[in-house]
């Protein structure tokens, strides 16, 4: 039998954007257009497993990017002390999903091997590319590979029984996505493959890309490995605190349960 995980959306900070700027192509929508900064926490009996660890302050400081809540703070208010993490997946290096990796000193790290390249690769000469990336984020990394802590593989991977690792590449060359088993079925936590819910909807993805094609198929693949739409969680869409806020009551403030059932009336139509 498959085990299965409780899983945590937490709201660590948010921006408010143009909304036409979160589209590839215009979309045709005016005005303004929250975008959350958003981590993960699977957790069952034997792992507490990290998806993503938010933006350093430092690195919010200098771009304008208020932290509402530090990612250890968000953990123990959930009674989970940094410790206790038993792993973190790393969905790609942008400075809002790879902060903070020294707070987790126990854990095992768990990243693409196609994103610690690109991340220090020459492309990384070019500001056009280098300016989603904290040199320090990158830098821990590497000085924690030397730890042995970390574990670079190569597309799809079985963390543990119930977390699935998938390499969908298109924002970031090695950006992955997780597949997880609940109570209600697979999750996709599908990170920057889909920032919103109306990027998967309209076929228009995020501007942010490295590869259109890869971004495209992207989107079939996160539809594939969900158990149905309302099984897909975007990256950075407030809608998520909305969707699951009703059957998250006793969860704090800016955290919802997505083990659990969707508000009917919200959830998104098949594609």
């Known amino acids: 039998m498959t085990a299965t995980y409780e899983v945590i959306a937490i709201r660590l900070g948010h921006v408010d954007r143009v909304a ?16 959350d900064f958003d981590m993960w926490v699977l957790r069952s009996e034997a792992r507490t497993v990290l998806v993503d660890t938010g933006f350093s302050p430092e690195a919010g400081k200098r771009r304008g990017r208020v932290l509402e809540r530090h990612p ?8 989970i002390e940094p410790d206790q ?39 990384m000469r070019h500001p056009q590319l280098s300016h989603f990336f904290e040199v320090d984020d990158v830098c821990d990394l590497v000085r924690r590979t030397f730890d042995g802590r970390v574990r670079q593989i190569e597309g799809a991977h079985v963390l543990s029984d119930g977390i699935e690792l998938h390499q969908v590449g298109g924002h970031t060359p090695g950006l992955q996505i997780v597949r997880v088993h609940t109570d209600r079925g697979w999750v996709v936590l599908a990170s ?12 228009n993805p995020f501007p942010a890309i490295v590869d259109v094609p890869a971004m495209l198929g992207a989107f079939a693949t996160v539809v594939e490995l969900a158990d149905s739409p309302e099984h897909l969680v975007p990256g950075h869409d407030p809608d998520v605190m909305e969707r699951y806020g009703n059957d998250s009551v006793d969860l704090p403030d800016g955290m919802v349960a997505l083990h659990r059932q969707p508000t009917p009336r919200l959830m998104p139509s098949r594609h």
Do not use: C
């Open 85 to 123: 993490v038993t792993d973190v997946v790393i969905t790609h290096l942008h400075y809002d999903h790879a902060g903070n990796l020294g707070d987790f000193p126990d854990a095992r790290i768990w990243i693409q091997r196609a994103e610690v390249a690109y991340a220090t690769g020459g492309h």
């Open 72 to 79: 250890v703070e968000a953990l123990r208010e959930l009674g």
């Open 20 to 35: 036409r700027d979160n589209f590839l192509n215009d979309p045709h929508i005016s005005g303004s257009m929250r975008l």
């Open 192 to 203: 920057d493959a889909l920032h919103y819910y109306a990027n998967l909807e309209l076929k």
